[in-house]
């Protein structure tokens, strides 16, 4: 648990500075530039060492370990604007940071990590409706059309860590082989459909139904598909836990919204003066 914890806070650092570096790509260079290489590397290694975390705790577990990111992503973009956080993003912070502790003394035996042909089928199904989905949307124009892409970037996000699982302990089996393609092809297309949401929306509204999905989706399929267990005793304390530290996440979504006013500030993120200074 410790070791799997860990790697969760470690994916989690990894993440958060990758949503600041993303969230300025996208503003400053669109959605193909050397910085984008950056955060796929950074989300690369985020990745592997979330499946260490999938492998050695629940999902709900690993899910609300990496929800981290969004303090580390606060931290970094307050650092970047040279802003302060505000009192209610420290209270944010400690209730993430709180409720992850309560879910992990909480949490029981991590469930199987095998799947089957129909996970399988369910899972290509699932990312062929999500493609379909966010092509279509993404020729809606105005701020609906943005939150929705939010929401399908939150479920797709949601699909890796959840293809993910077999991972843990592989096998030579044709379904666990054809996971490994999947678990790619749902994270592209979250990176895709954010990066989209993010440049028609705020911040704020783009990365609030991507943490609310892809935290509780994959923990709700630990218990209920691969039978992830609580604690005896443990069920309320586990669920005050999650709805705290996600609470916790929503909140803080919106701490790096501050990077959209680089531009009227005039300060260059990556080196951190003003350009009035160059």
Sequence with gaps: MIIG???ALAAAVLFGVGAVVQAVAVRRHGLISPMIAVVVALYLVGWLLHVVAIALTPLYVAQVGTAVSLAITALVAAWVVGEPLSRLHWFAIAAQVGGLAVLALSAGDVGHHDVDAIHVVVLYA???????AGIVTVRRTGPRGGVLLGVLAGLAYAGSPIASRPLAEPTLDPATAATLLVIGLYGLLGFWLYSVAMNRITVTA?????VLLQTLVPAAVGVLVFSDEVRAGWWPAAVVGMLVSTTGALVLCGADGRLEHLEEMGRDPMVGWSHDQR
């Design 5 to 7: 914890l860990g790697a």
């Design 206 to 210: 783009a990365t609030a139904p991507v």
């Design 126 to 132: 699932g990312l062929v409706v999500l493609l379909v």
